[in-house]
């Protein structure tokens, strides 16, 4: 397991299982887990009647601190994975627009 982890950080991984399985698929399992995390442990009980997915201001230090360093560790991934891709250029530069606004939106988490 760490060896995949370990491949995945230095872009060895095929861009399209960077994107879609890591960027999208299990980061959007994270997202709900911090949500789950935020109700049952920090006692969070705004969360319970909705998922504001656009709203991560009223989530507790940790939970931002969490989110910021998984969103980071993601996003070099697939950036690296990005560079390392032999296909066509447009993939590239779509993939970079995408993590560059991924990380533009990342200071929503502590300043809303």
Do not use: C
Request: hydrophobic share 55%; no cysteine; charged share 10%.
């Amino acid at each position: 397991m760490e060896y995949i982890i370990f491949k995945f950080y230095k872009g060895e991984v095929t861009l399209w299982k960077s994107y879609w399985l890591v960027g999208e698929l299990l980061n959007a399992l994270f997202i709900l887990a911090i949500f789950n995390f935020e109700i049952y442990f920090f006692d969070n009980n705004q969360f319970s009647n909705s998922l504001p997915f656009w709203n991560f201001t009223n989530f507790s230090f940790f939970s931002k601190l969490t989110l910021f360093i998984w969103t980071a560790f993601i996003s070099i991934g697939i950036w690296r994975s990005a560079e390392n891709y032999k296909g066509n250029l447009f993939w590239i530069i779509a993939t970079f627009i995408f993590i560059s606004y991924r990380i533009f939106t990342l200071r929503l988490v502590f300043f809303g």
